[in-house]
């Protein structure tokens, strides 16, 4: 006998099968993010524990939540003057990226002159630089200007790391502005640098939130040339705090290495919450193509 | 009155050249001094025996000529390799699943980016040391699970798991990137396309192959080549959670051009291997985009 369905039969199955698509899609999605949250989450709840409740089990709510391991990140290994660190060399390093960045790019965007076409070569070129092969010759030249363990040891040649791609954003986003608003400032009686500070940059607010976000997440996370020009306790910036107790309190102080990590992220995890998408488009932009 | 108006346009234009220096300046002065002039000095002192102070002697290609023969390069390349396959196979290939299957959904959208993204945000020192307590022989995450559930505790690094260790977190920090970049690519694929596909009765995984990924083939070809020379640059996660150990076992390219320079004083060989890492980027980023373009021409 030829067992036929019904269309109400076949439109069952198929939704159900349908249905069990998008559950085992749903699933997969959720356990991906699940591998993305839990390490925070966990890394983040054990920052509330003594140390040795977290040996015990790690994996439990921290029942009686304590903030005896941020005192002590604060008194035993001075992360709040490491804070002060990242946060004055990465605010410098946006500062001088977005002030000269916008100048160049506003200049490459705007005029035609002789090196234009050389300098965007140059600057594009610059792109493929690892800092691996910039490294010792700026230490030397630090050195030499005796700048080795300041924070403009940091703020230099990150400013000088990053301005590239900053004019590469900045100019592609100023080459969309009217030029009717500029030859407007310019009948009022604005010079360049007037037309650049009222005009061009209010117009460019998205590309410059977009490219400070960037910079300073770049340089905030940098490790390895913070680790070679500034590694001295006055002047080192968070990571390399976390660099050098990572093997200093390694296995013992498990309560201690959670807070620091978790007082690392907060900055971040801020900016991220408040202004999610333009960090996703900063981090991302070099490889979108309008 | 034809006189001033050619005045004014002149004088403008002439402001306007020291505008243009100006404005220039500091970049240039930046730039030269802290990228581009280190970059040629670290390609010629690569021809040095140096010790970064006083010792400074030209050897020629003595360097690279080491640089062949090092036991520990070979091994630093053959990883940073590994990393970059891996890369390429789980960064790429997760990031690919996850934009399908997100693209696919209706609900959640926003949450799945967010979710997936944020660890790019974050620094590699901190994943590292996060990691450093996952992997921790006594009490760490893992070895808690196991002893929970009644195992032996393992050690997690030895020499011959060192590399999948730093492998697994590099590669868990960026799937989120290049997600974005294909998402992205494949919320921009006009309807129609899905609605011609729709009416050949091409549905799921079939719609997929044939319609979404070709369509997405260039942004795909973008983030394999940024798989390959991100990997070149991976340093930190190495540095904090093996410090290329267990006898370089780990090592890559770039902990060993810190460890050459900045341990042994190597200057000059540190140089090289600069070099090597910037030569290295090249040719197979060239590879890359020659083997991948033939690819494109067959669909």
């Given at each position: 006998m030829v067992t036929k369905q019904t269309p109400w039969e076949k439109l069952q199955s198929t939704l159900t099968r349908s249905k069990l698509l998008k559950m085992v899609t749903y699933i997969l999605l959720i356990a991906w993010s699940l591998t993305t949250i839990y390490p925070l989450f966990w890394v983040i709840n054990n920052s509330f524990k003594p140390s040795d409740e977290v040996i015990t089990?790690?994996?439990?709510?921290?029942?009686?939540?304590?903030?005896q391991n941020y005192e002590r990140a604060f008194q035993q290994i001075d992360i709040g003057q490491s804070y002060l660190n990242s946060l004055i060399m990465s605010g410098g390093t946006v500062f001088f990226t977005l002030l000269f960045g916008g100048l160049a790019a506003y200049t490459l965007s705007r005029f035609k002159f002789h090196l234009r076409g050389l300098i965007q070569t140059l600057l594009a070129a610059s792109?493929?630089?690892?800092?691996f092969a910039t490294v010792a010759p700026v230490f030397e030249i630090l050195r030499k200007l005796e700048l080795l363990n300041t924070y403009w040891a940091l703020i230099l040649p990150h400013t000088a790391g990053f301005l590239p791609f900053t004019i590469l954003v900045l100019s592609s986003y100023m080459?969309?502005?009217?030029?009717e608003l500029e030859e407007a400032a310019i009948m009022d009686g604005c010079n360049r640098w007037k037309v650049f500070s009222r005009v061009i940059v209010p117009v460019s607010k998205p590309a410059f939130s977009t490219a400070g976000i960037f910079v300073f997440l770049w340089s905030y996370n940098d490790l390895f040339s913070a680790l070679i020009f500034v590694p001295q306790a006055e002047v080192r910036p968070i990571n390399v705090l976390l660099s050098q107790i990572s093997s200093q309190y390694s296995g013992t102080d498990y309560g201690l290495l959670a807070t620091a990590v978790t007082l690392t992220l907060i900055p971040v995890l801020l900016i991220y919450l408040l202004a999610q998408k333009q960090v996703v488009k900063g981090l991302t932009s070099g490889a979108v193509k309008g | 009155m034809d006189r001033g108006e050619k005045n004014m346009k002149r004088s403008v234009q002439t402001s306007d050249k020291g505008y243009i220096f100006l404005f220039l300046l500091p970049t240039i002065i930046l730039t030269g001094t802290f990228l581009y002039y280190p970059f040629l000095r670290s390609v010629y002192k690569g021809f040095f025996y140096w010790d970064g102070y006083l010792t400074s002697r030209f050897i020629g290609l003595e360097n690279y000529i080491q640089l062949a023969g090092d036991e520990v390069v070979r091994m630093a390349t053959l990883n940073t390799l590994e990393i970059m396959c891996y890369a390429i196979i789980f960064q790429v290939g997760l990031g690919i699943v996850l934009a399908v299957l997100v693209d696919s959904v209706k609900f959640g959208t926003n949450f799945f980016r967010s979710a997936f993204f944020f660890p790019v945000a974050i620094s590699a020192t901190a994943i590292g040391l996060m990691f450093t307590l996952f992997y921790n022989y006594d009490n760490g995450l893992l070895n808690q699970l196991l002893t929970k559930f009644g195992y032996e505790k393992v050690l997690w690094i030895t020499e011959e798991s060192s590399l999948i260790a730093v492998a697994i977190p590099t590669i868990w920090q960026y799937v989120g990137f290049y997600f974005v970049i294909l998402f992205t690519a494949i919320s921009k694929i006009p309807d129609d396309f899905y609605e011609a596909a729709h009416m050949e009765g091409l549905t799921g995984i079939k719609k997929t192959l044939y319609i979404t990924l070709p369509l997405i083939w260039s942004d795909i070809k973008t983030c394999i080549i940024l798989a390959i020379t991100g990997s070149l640059k991976v340093f930190e996660l190495v540095y904090i959670i093996t410090?290329?150990?267990?006898?370089?076992?780990?090592?890559?390219l770039g902990t060993y051009m810190y460890t050459k320079t900045?341990?042994?004083?190597?200057w000059g060989y540190g140089s090289a291997i600069a070099v090597f890492i910037v030569i290295l980027g090249m040719i197979l980023s060239v590879m890359a985009n020659k083997l991948l373009k033939r690819e494109e021409v067959s669909y």
């Open positions: 089990d790690s994996f439990s709510l921290a029942a009686s939540p304590t903030l792109l493929l630089i690892p800092a080459v969309t502005i009217p030029k | 410090g290329g150990g267990p006898v370089n076992s780990s090592e890559v900045f341990v042994s004083s190597a």
